[in-house]
């Protein structure tokens, strides 16, 4: 880990780009479904939808990647370019950290739409990290809202705040509603980094 910039590690999709709402619409249109029968409040892997019986959702996640390109045309989350540059702005180092290459055949597709959207949406990073594991990836602070991800984060010692959506109400916190309270949330922290009593978020 650089010990001499303070490091933001940031998850992607459900927390910097609206992967739920859009992958709603995608889901409606490949079950030929209106979209109002398509509850909001769904867990991971969109179960509530039916769509195991089209194919599962790795099926529904290429076809959205590979046919609506997804990663490209995706609406950002509410705030989230304009304080990441604010954040970025002030020296914190903006590193991307997302699992997005779990499907065979389609990385190349997935990574240059990643690209792509970053650069449409003028997000600021230094890294870009495509990997799993990301406690493995050195952050001095981290946001996800996969439970999964967020458990194993906290399990190696890392710092995590949790993005709140309909898929993690029941993480313990601390978590953020919102890009402001993100900001803040980050700004906390960095200050505690520098004053050698940053600690723990969670378990």
Sequence with gaps: MDESTFIFGVDLD???????????KIAAEWLNKPIEALTTEVSYGFGEWGID???????????????RNIFRD?????????ILR?????????????HRLFLKYSHRTSITQTVDWLDNYDIPY???CFMND???????????????????LRKQGCKTIVFTN????????????????VE??????REEWRTGTLGLFGT
């Excluded at 995706?74 to 304009?82: G, R, T, V």
């Excluded at 604010?86 to 997302?98: E, H, P, Y």
């Design 126 to 128: 230094w890294d870009i």
């Design 14 to 24: 459900g927390v910097v780009g609206d992967f739920y709402g859009t992958m709603r």
């Design 166 to 181: 309909s898929t993690n109400r029941d993480m313990p916190g601390p978590r953020a509603n919102n890009w402001f309270e």
């Design 86 to 98: 604010k954040l970025s702005n002030q020296g914190i180092r903006v590193r991307i950290i997302t």
């Design 134 to 152: 990301k406690g493995a990836v050195g952050a001095h602070v981290y946001i996800d809202d996969a439970p999964e991800n967020i458990i194993s």
């Design 53 to 67: 019986d089209f194919g599962g959702y790795d099926r529904l996640h290429r076809f959205a990647v590979t046919q």
């Design 74 to 82: 995706m609406e950002p989350i509410e705030h989230a370019p304009a």
């Design 184 to 189: 803040r949330m980050v700004m906390d922290a």
